[in-house]
């Protein structure tokens, strides 16, 4: 007689598993394990709107906050065999970046982050379990200097955090999420969660550990199109930007000091936004990155007075 567990013999178990096994294998993980919902905060907008106030300041208090300083491979943050950059004669090093996180405060619905920054854990990364070894080393997580942790930023506001909207869910954009109370809603671009990589069977665990077993992920939902209206008052925009990732995200954000534009990772380098040329191998889809970068510096040109923050470093 058999061995079973239910109706389900253990031969059946064992073919199952390895097909589960060889499934894996041939089209990834997802880059994370947890669940999202879609959101209900926002409202579908349209280009024509952005564009209608892209110029004008609104009523959000905007602050740029430094988190931390790091360096990573150029080939990464700028396409490298982009022909102005082969003009340029650039040359595969390691380029100095920043991690930030930017704060907006609604008048009406409070005080919301901009990526998250990066958490107290990182102070002592011999007690931070968060990050798993082998991505510590890969990562070179030991040459993060940290300027300002998110619970430092966070103590300093004038009201609560109540929500994230991420640029997108790489790891360097979630690293703060443990200093913020369990249960604050992050908001995420569509098809990030969805991502698929062999790599991710190695971080899927980081990553999860990252955003936190409370967080709940909320997926912005664009209706077909490429603009959301946040808050319903024209006050902050999301522009999906895919690209870098699937879902990749950037935001306009009407500010009383003016409008500014928070690119992610469309845009990483202060030189790759200046010579219109896209990120390098970090992408997840080249293509759609440049048709991302060209937009966004379209609407930049169009509207010179909006303030340009590219994910990793300043203008």
């Known amino acids: 007689m058999k061995a079973s567990i239910g109706s389900l013999?253990?031969?059946?178990?064992?073919?199952?598993?390895?097909?589960?096994?060889?499934?894996?294998?041939?089209?990834?993980?997802?880059?994370?394990?947890?669940?999202?919902?879609?959101?209900?905060?926002?409202?579908?907008?349209?280009w024509e709107a952005l564009l209608a106030v892209a110029d004008k300041p609104g009523p959000i208090v905007f602050e740029k906050h430094l988190a931390a300083h790091w360096a990573v491979d150029l080939s990464g943050l700028v396409n490298l065999d982009n022909p102005v950059a082969v003009a340029a004669g650039l040359k595969d090093k390691t380029e100095p970046i920043e991690l930030y996180t930017y704060s907006l405060?609604?008048?009406?619905?409070?005080?919301?982050?901009?990526?998250?920054?990066?958490?107290?854990?990182f102070r002592r990364p011999g007690e931070n379990h968060d990050i798993a070894w082998i991505i510590r080393q890969v990562m070179d997580?030991?040459?993060?200097?940290?300027?300002?942790?998110?619970?430092?930023?966070?103590?300093?506001?004038?009201?609560?955090?109540?929500?994230?909207?991420?640029?997108?869910?790489?790891?360097?954009?979630?690293?703060?999420?443990?200093?913020?109370?369990?249960?604050?809603?992050?908001?995420?671009?569509?098809?990030?969660?969805?991502?698929?990589?062999?790599?991710?069977?190695?971080?899927?665990?980081?990553t999860d550990r990252l955003l936190g077993a409370g967080t709940h992920l909320r997926e912005w939902q664009f209706g077909g199109g490429d603009v959301i209206?946040?808050?319903?008052?024209?006050?902050?925009?999301?522009?999906?930007?895919?690209?870098?990732?699937?879902?990749?995200?950037?935001y306009l954000v009407r500010s009383t000091d003016g409008p500014q534009l928070i690119t992610g990772d469309a845009c990483h380098t202060a030189w790759g936004w200046?010579?219109?040329?896209?990120?390098?191998?970090?992408?997840?889809?080249?293509?759609?990155?440049?048709?991302?970068?060209?937009?966004?510096?379209k609407l930049v040109r169009a509207h010179p007075g909006i303030a340009v923050h590219p994910g990793h470093q300043s203008l």
């Open 105 to 121: 405060q609604h008048p009406r619905y409070g005080t919301f982050l901009v990526d998250s920054g990066i958490s107290e854990r």
């Open 229 to 250: 209206d946040i808050f319903g008052d024209a006050s902050v925009f999301a522009i999906h930007s895919p690209g870098h990732t699937p879902g990749s995200t950037a």
């Open 9 to 46: 013999n253990l031969g059946q178990l064992a073919r199952s598993v390895a097909g589960l096994v060889l499934a894996t294998l041939l089209y990834g993980c997802s880059v994370t394990s947890h669940d999202v919902e879609p959101a209900t905060l926002g409202k579908v907008s349209s």
């Open 141 to 206: 997580t030991s040459a993060l200097r940290i300027e300002h942790t998110t619970r430092e930023i966070a103590s300093n506001l004038q009201t609560p955090v109540e929500g994230v909207f991420l640029t997108h869910i790489h790891m360097d954009h979630i690293m703060g999420l443990s200093d913020l109370p369990a249960g604050v809603p992050v908001y995420v671009g569509p098809g990030d969660t969805e991502m698929k990589s062999m790599e991710y069977l190695v971080t899927q665990g980081t």
């Open 274 to 297: 200046r010579h219109g040329v896209e990120p390098g191998t970090f992408s997840y889809d080249q293509q759609r990155s440049v048709a991302s970068l060209m937009r966004l510096i």
